[in-house]
């Protein structure tokens, strides 16, 4: 297991790698792991770690607490009247969930307890979003007098139309098993059963080929926007060059000898 590393031990965000898997962790809890400035530049680099690490194939974002993430820090969103202001979390928080929605490698967010508001932004944009059926969750940014803003582009991907409205609007608190209903989460699961359902979700992950699983995540979001033939032209040529890949070569021939492919970790679930 290789861990932080060289990186300084009183970071907000510490990371940690073994077995194909990064696992990336929010450690703030003192502030419920908000969205501070400090937290934020943490966070961008353990990100851009997990993603130029060859031996990385998936990504696991948690955090410490009962609290996967408050929001923005509010604390350092207040200004005095008149004096000239830019909201502190939209310095990087934009680039963040950039890197976590067009992450080549799969993100799974295990949240370890509640999300709010900015926090609710990370969990649209992983992939996977697996959370105790005792989380609770709520867009509260009308409550305040802001906006949902930055967030909705990855929300607004995940939530119909009429749920985003009856959430976003009125900032109504819903539970886990609600979020997983409109598609916010994945999986509501007992707290007791949080690990195991995460490790079964990377477990498979890992068994997929690393350029198939990139290429499968963008047509998951492309395809529904192509004209149907369209998406037959495009996907038909996609599918030639697959099977015909490298990767796609050693698939066949791993499955034919019933061995793991080459890409699959050493001890990674079969």
């Not at 410490?64 to 008149?82: H, I, M, N, S, Y």
């Amino acid at each position: 297991m290789r861990t932080d590393g060289g990186w300084p031990v009183d970071r907000l965000v510490h990371g940690e790698a073994s077995g194909g898997v990064a696992t990336i962790t929010l450690d703030s809890p003192r502030n419920r792991n908000a969205l501070s400035v400090r937290l934020l530049g943490d966070l961008e680099e353990r990100l851009e770690w997990a993603l130029a690490d060859e031996s990385v194939r998936v990504i696991v974002l948690t955090g410490t607490g009962p609290v996967f993430c408050a929001g923005a820090d509010l604390k350092e969103q207040r200004v005095a009247p008149g004096a000239p202001h830019e909201a502190p979390v939209t310095a990087s928080f934009p680039e963040i969930m950039n890197l976590i929605w067009e992450s080549p490698k799969p993100v799974v967010c295990r949240l370890n307890g509640t999300a709010r508001a900015g926090g609710l932004g990370l969990v649209a944009a992983c992939d996977f979003a697996i959370a105790p059926d005792s989380a609770s969750f709520a867009f509260s940014e009308v409550r305040l007098g802001v906006v949902p803003a930055m967030i909705s582009v990855t929300v607004l991907r995940r939530l119909g139309q009429r749920t985003a409205a009856e959430y976003l609007l009125t900032g109504e608190t819903f539970d886990a098993a609600r979020a997983a209903e409109i598609g916010l989460i994945t999986r509501a699961v007992p707290e007791e059963e949080l690990d195991a359902t995460v490790a079964h979700y990377t477990g498979m992950l890992l068994r997929g080929g690393p350029e198939a699983l990139a290429l499968t995540k963008q047509l998951v979001r492309t395809v529904p926007t192509l004209s149907v033939e369209e998406g037959m032209r495009q996907m038909a040529e996609l599918s030639a060059r697959r099977f015909t890949s490298a990767e796609g070569q050693e698939g066949i021939a791993a499955f034919m000898e019933k061995r793991p492919a080459s890409w699959v970790p050493p001890g990674a679930a079969l």
